[in-house]
Nanobody, 131 residues
Framework: QLQLVESGGGSVQPGGSLRLSCAGS????????IGWFRQAPGKEREGVAC????????YYSDSVKGRFTISRDNAKNTVYLQMASLKVEDTAVYYC????????????????????????WGQGTQVTVSS
């Protein structure tokens, strides 16, 4: 069974950068679409980025497009979320997740499929952006 472990969270000032990692427990992680979600206090969890298995196509929400970059290193069985120009509103717990199969999304719109389609979740890592 696939297990995901996030790391790399922390506290930064506005305008700073962080790189989150999502390490997978199986050697076939490259075949899974991997999504990054975040949940801010008092808000619903939202998908912010996703990278497809296979061709590695990347998708972003409007709130992070141009600032965040999702990538994968198949040799390390890891997916990254490079976050730059961080804003206070990026403060949240960040989760990586994988559906059992299929692409990041079926149609245009949000970068990820609905949460209930993701079977595998990491434990989350806190990102705090404040001055």
């Amino acid at each position: 069974q696939l297990q995901l472990v996030e790391s790399g969270g922390g506290s930064v000032q506005p305008g700073g950068s962080l790189r989150l990692s999502c390490a997978g427990s199986v050697l076939t992680l490259e075949h899974y679409a991997i999504g990054w979600f975040r949940q801010a206090p008092g808000k619903e969890r939202e998908g912010v980025a996703c990278i497809s298995g296979g061709d590695g196509s990347a998708y972003y929400s409007d709130s992070v497009k141009g600032r965040f970059t999702i990538s994968r290193d198949n040799a390390k069985n890891t997916v990254y979320l490079q976050m730059a120009s961080l804003k206070v509103e990026d403060t949240a717990v960040y989760y990586c997740a994988a559906p059992p199969d299929g692409p990041c999304r079926a149609t245009d719109g949000p970068p990820t499929r609905p949460e209930y389609e993701y079977d595998y979740w990491g434990q989350g890592t806190q990102v705090t952006v404040s001055s």
